[in-house]
């Protein structure tokens, strides 16, 4: 019995510590975000014609972020 199952392996896209990271409400996309003052938002599935998001438009450190 193996409680997690690596579905997906993403390089680290962050320059410096990520400090949280949250699944959407669906557990398709995964956010992340850290010290580099950049957001990240993959997707864990495949989907047509999806290209990574990247928020980096933050002055400051982001420490927490959360799907609406």
Known sequence: FEPFVLLKKYKNRHSGDIVNARLSPDSRFLLTCGLDNIIY?????????????????????ILGASYS
């Open 41 to 61: 938002i993959n997707n864990l599935f495949p989907i047509a014609d999806y290209l990574a998001m990247s928020l980096e438009v933050h002055r400051y450190k």
